[in-house]
Each structure stands twice: as structure tokens, then as C-alpha cells.
Nanobody
Framework: QVQLVESGGGLVQPGGSLRLSCTAS????????MGWYRQAPGKQRELVAS???????NYADSVKGRFTISRDNAKNTVYLQMVSLKPEDTAVYYC?????????????WGQGTQVTVSS
């Protein structure tokens, strides 16, 4: 089992910046990837960015060049630095951790943190 604690959401004006953090605890030795998803009202949850154990990153086209995902393995923490925020970035952001154990993959989710981009 993996427990996730998120922080860093809030209200920001268009063009502003925020940094989200997510710290994992529990069975962290089995983690193979960490990432962020988001869900806007009336829409499906979508991948924002992910980072593997070897540092390979993947971004949604809509955030490329504006968002940066990084991780601190010593702190078991993944970050999402968001700049040039747009109103369409407004959503609940969820931290995701993927683990593998005995060839079985599991996904764990944080509680979600609200990001609102509005003037």
C-alpha cells in the first residue's frame, strides 16, 4: 500500500504560477512511476504529466512548455511546477503513483487538490 499527501493548490490569476507537491509513504520501494492527473467539471480525468524511475517524462500536449514534472527520490516526492497558467487549467489535480509487485501493477491516488485559474 502507498499513501499520498498532496499540497500546493489554490487560486491564481491567468499567467500566474503554482507548484504542486505529492509525498509518498508506505510500499515506496515498488514505485515505477509518479505523475499528475487532472479532472475538470464535466470532463474525464486526464494525464497531465508523468515521470518514471529513470527520469523519463511525459506531458499532455496542452501543458508542454508550461508545466514541469520532477521528483526527489530522497524525499519520495513528486512536484509539478506550473507556469503561464490558463483558465482552462482549472481542475482538481490528483497525484498518481504506479507500483509493481509480483508482476501486478497497481495505481494509487492522492486526495486531489483544487487549482483555479481566474481573474
Amino acid at each position: 500500500q502507498v499513501q499520498l499527501v498532496e499540497s500546493g493548490g489554490g487560486l491564481v490569476q491567468p499567467g500566474g504560477s503554482l507548484r504542486l507537491s505529492c509525498t509518498a509513504s508506505g510500499s515506496i520501494s515498488n514505485i515505477i512511476a509518479m505523475g499528475w492527473y487532472r479532472q475538470a467539471p464535466g470532463k474525464q480525468r486526464e494525464l497531465v504529466a508523468s515521470i518514471s524511475n529513470i527520469g523519463t517524462t511525459n506531458y499532455a500536449d496542452s501543458v508542454k512548455g508550461r508545466f514541469t514534472i520532477s521528483r526527489d527520490n530522497a524525499k519520495n516526492t513528486v512536484y509539478l511546477q506550473m507556469v503561464s497558467l490558463k483558465p482552462e487549467d482549472t481542475a482538481v489535480y490528483y497525484c498518481n503513483v504506479r507500483t509493481i509487485e509480483r508482476f501486478e501493477i497497481s495505481d494509487y491516488w492522492g486526495q486531489g487538490t483544487q487549482v483555479t485559474v481566474s481573474s
